[in-house]
Nanobody, 124 residues
Framework: QVQLVESGGGLAQAGGSLSLSCAAS????????MGWFRQAPGKERESVAA????????AYADSVKGRFTISRDNAKNTVYLQMNSLKPEDTAVYYC?????????????????WGQGTQVTVSS
């Protein structure tokens, strides 16, 4: 089992930045693809970004390309999401997830383990 705990959420102004972290425990995530997802009130959970087991390959939702960056430090068992140029429509609960595969995808249903989420609120 992999336990995931997100941190770093909070309130930011439009155009600002926030950095999220996802600390894993229970197992090393070095052989897991990892992803970030988000869910706004009244909406379905959607993909944000994903990263391969080595960090050598990433994928992003069109809505965040060029603004968000996913990265990982396998030695620290941690995944990160740097969010720049934030927009009010980025407001959501952000979830970290692990996939029992070295291949990353943006599919919500492809991930096996989920954190509890951290709230990100962007004011206009």
């Amino acid at each position: 089992q992999v336990q995931l705990v997100e941190s770093g959420g909070g309130l930011a102004q439009a155009g600002g930045s926030l950095s999220l972290s996802c600390a894993a425990s229970g197992r090393t995530i070095s052989r897991y693809a990892m992803g970030w997802f988000r869910q706004a009130p009244g909406k379905e959970r959607e993909s944000v970004a994903a990263i391969s087991w080595s960090g050598g390959s990433t994928a992003y939702a069109d809505s965040v390309k060029g603004r968000f960056t996913i990265s990982r430090d396998n030695a620290k068992n941690t995944v990160y999401l740097q969010m720049n140029s934030l927009k009010p429509e980025d407001t959501a609960v952000y979830y970290c997830a692990a996939r029992s595969s070295i291949i990353h995808t943006l599919g919500v249903d492809d991930y096996n383990y989920w954190g509890q989420g951290t709230q990100v609120t962007v004011s206009s």
